[in-house]
């Protein structure tokens, strides 16, 4: 089922979208319906350019990642753990040693830097990982703990494949440990979704956003409106999460 959902949710990335429309077009051509085909084609353009431009790309992101900005450990407060969500790893590499981390490896970084900073003595770290793969909680341990973070000072929730189940699973383990007050530390996009689920637990969260990827600076030699790989990423990342909050806010689960 989990599968199935993530194959279906592929459908409303850009990429994917777009290649569909454009095999559309193709067949509409070859049969003859040649005001669809153009028709298809002209969406098929659309759909593909407009998230890969600057505008676009900040159009879908910036309302996600500007309700939830960076804070310094300093402004944060003192809680009783903090929780780390995975997505920080692809999982470990095949020539390399350990986890492969991904765009969201800020995440560790932080949730690394708040524990030295002595705002919680925990850290939990939610994440599981799909049959025969490493656990991804196992893996970003191991990376907190080559930054000098003990492991008896890690809880680890193994089991999670979605948001959602980090939520409740991560939720349960916390209250079970008489831990109330979290810093939930993901990707500033991240953060709407994630901060309604775990305060649907009854937990108390304060956000620890970060791995903004709107950058403060353009690129000066490489104008808005030419359509770029990484800015269809950051687009495709933005529409991932509106998808998924509209999905978890219809299905009750926020």
């Known amino acids: 089922m989990l599968t199935a959902t993530k194959l279906l949710s592929l459908l409303v990335y850009p990429l994917s979208l777009g290649l569909l429309l454009l095999l559309g077009a193709v067949f509409s051509g070859a ?14 353009f659309l759909v593909l350019y407009f998230p890969s431009t600057e505008f676009g790309s900040e159009a879908l992101m910036q309302p ?5 900005p960076a804070f310094s450990p300093e402004e944060l407060p003192a809680a009783d753990a903090i929780v780390l969500l995975g997505g920080a790893s692809n999982g470990p590499a095949r020539f390399g040693r350990g986890a492969d981390l991904n765009d969201a490896a800020d995440r560790v970084m932080f949730a690394a830097e708040l524990y030295f900073s002595g705002k919680a003595p925990i850290i939990l770290i939610s994440g599981g990982g799909a049959e025969s793969m490493p656990v991804e909680a196992e893996l970003l341990a191991q990376q907190l703990q080559a930054l000098q973070i003990p492991r008896k000072q890690l809880l680890l929730e193994t089991q999670s494949r979605t948001t959602f189940d980090n939520a409740v ?20 996009a991240h953060m709407r979704r994630s901060l309604a689920l775990f305060e649907k637990q009854g937990l108390q969260v304060t956000a620890a956003a970060t791995d903004h ?10 104008p808005g409106w030419v359509p770029t790989f990484s800015r269809l990423a950051r687009s495709s990342r933005a529409i991932h999460e509106w998808v998924g909050y509209w999905a978890y806010d219809n299905s009750g689960k926020l």
């Open 213 to 222: 990827q709107i950058p403060q600076f353009s690129n000066p030699h490489i």
């Open 31 to 44: 049969i003859g319906r040649r005001g669809l085909s153009w028709l298809l084609t002209l969406l098929a």
């Open 64 to 68: 996600l990642e500007g309700r939830h």
């Open 169 to 188: 699973m991560a939720g349960e383990m916390l209250k079970n440990a008489g831990l109330k007050h979290i810093l939930l530390v993901t990707s500033g």
